[in-house]
C-alpha cells in the first residue's frame, strides 16, 4: 500500500511529542471527525501528538484535514482509488508511525473526555508495571448527548486475575483504549484479518502474553450510539462470522482457562448467528456453550427457545 503524509509538525517538533500519541483512524464520517478531533485539541494536557489515518473516504474528509493548522496534528491517508484497508490496518499503521511511547486509540465517531490524557498520565506515574489502560465509558445518542455513564470500578488484570477482571477487560471497547506503543507492537497489534472482533482478539492476546491492565474508574470517552456501522465496513454475516470463530481458533487456549469469558464470547457468535437465520449453527453455539458451562442460564433459555419456537 502507497501513502501519503499531510505533516505538519517540523523535525524539531515532532522530537518535544508528548508520550502519548493518538491514534485516530477515519473513512467518510467527516460529519463526526471533527468533534473527535477537537476533543483531543481541548484536551487538559496540551502536549500529545495526534496521528489520522484516513483510509481513502470520498466525503470531503481529506479536503477538511488539509485544513488543519495544529503541529501536534499527523495525517496519513492512502491514496485516492486504492482499496481501504480497514479498521484494524488503519489502527496499526497508525501505531507504526505514532512517536509516542503510548498509543491511544479513538474511533471517528467517538470524543475523548477532556481529562484524558490526564487520567493516563497519573496512571503511567504511579503504575509502572501496566502496559494497557482502559477507563469507563459516557454513552450518548447520536447527536452527542449523554444518557448514562457505564459502570465500573478499577480493576487489575493480568494472567492471575480473577474471573471477574478477565469478563472485565473481554467487555472493552477499542475506543480510549491505551497501551503500550512497544507492547503493541510486540503482540503483533491488531489482526488485520479479522473484521470484527479485533479489539477482543488483542485483549486475549495481552492478557496471554503477560501484560498487566487497568480499567481506571474515570470516564476516557463519549461514546456514541448510532444507526451506522462503527467501525467495520464488512456488512457480510459469512465475514463476520468467520472472523469470531478464527478469533476462537487463535486464543483457544487462554478462552478455555476463562470459561465465562469463552462463553460471552461464544453468546456473540451464536446472536449474530441467529440473526443472519443462520439456526442450526446458532443452536451449535449455544450448545458449546452449554458444555464448557452447563449452568450458564442464558444458553439454557437459548437453547429452549431455539429448539422448542424454532425446532
Known amino acids: 500500500m502507497s501513502i501519503w503524509w499531510i505533516n505538519f509538525a517540523s523535525a524539531g517538533e515532532r522530537a518535544r511529542l508528548s508520550m502519548i500519541s493518538i491514534v485516530l483512524p477515519t473513512w467518510n464520517r467527516c460529519a463526526f471527525l471533527a468533534e473527535a478531533v477537537g476533543s483531543v485539541v481541548s484536551q ?5 501528538e495526534l496521528v489520522i489515518v484516513d483510509d481513502g473516504s470520498t466525503d470531503g474528509t481529506g479536503a477538511w484535514l488539509a485544513s488543519l493548522d495544529d503541529s501536534r496534528i499527523r495525517v496519513l491517508q492512502t491514496r485516492p482509488g486504492e482499496t481501504g484497508t480497514g479498521v484494524a490496518g488503519t489502527r496499526n499503521l497508525g501505531a507504526r508511525k505514532a512517536q509516542g511511547e503510548w498509543i491511544c486509540f479513538l474511533d471517528d465517531d467517538d470524543r475523548l473526555h477532556s481529562a484524558t490524557l490526564a487520567h493516563l498520565h497519573a496512571t503511567i506515574e504511579t503504575m509502572g508495571d501496566v502496559r494497557w489502560i482502559w477507563g469507563r465509558r459516557w454513552i450518548t445518542d447520536a447527536e452527542g448527548r449523554a444518557t448514562h455513564l457505564e459502570a465500573g470500578e478499577e480493576v487489575l488484570i493480568d494472567q492471575d486475575a480473577p474471573e471477574s477482571a478477565h469478563f472485565a477487560a473481554a467487555k472493552l471497547v477499542t475506543s480510549g483504549l491505551t497501551v503500550h506503543r512497544n507492547t503493541f507492537l510486540h503482540v503483533g497489534g491488531f489482526d488485520e484479518s479479522l473484521c470484527v472482533s479485533e479489539d477482543r482478539d488483542l485483549v486475549y492476546r495481552l492478557i496471554a502474553n503477560g501484560c498487566t491492565g487497568i480499567r481506571v474508574p474515570e470516564p476516557f470517552v463519549w461514546f456514541r450510539e448510532h444507526d ?3 467501525a467495520s465496513s464488512v456488512d457480510g454475516y459469512a465475514e463476520k462470522n468467520a472472523s469470531d470463530l478464527r478469533v476462537v481458533e487463535r486464543n ?7 470459561p465465562e469469558v469463552f462463553s460471552m464470547h461464544l453468546h456473540r457468535v451464536a446472536s449474530r448467528q441467529r440473526k443472519a437465520g443462520d439456526i442450526e449453527s446458532a ?3 449455544v450448545r458449546m ?5 452447563p449452568g450458564n442460564w442464558k444458553a439454557r433459555r437459548r437453547w429452549l427457545a431455539w429448539n422448542v419456537v424454532n425446532g
Open 283 to 285: 443452536r451449535d453455539t
Open 228 to 230: 451506522a456501522p462503527r
Open 289 to 293: 456453550i452449554l458444555d464448557i458451562m
Open 44 to 48: 487538559r494536557i496540551p502536549d500529545w
Open 252 to 258: 483457544l487456549d487462554y478462552l478455555q482457562a476463562h
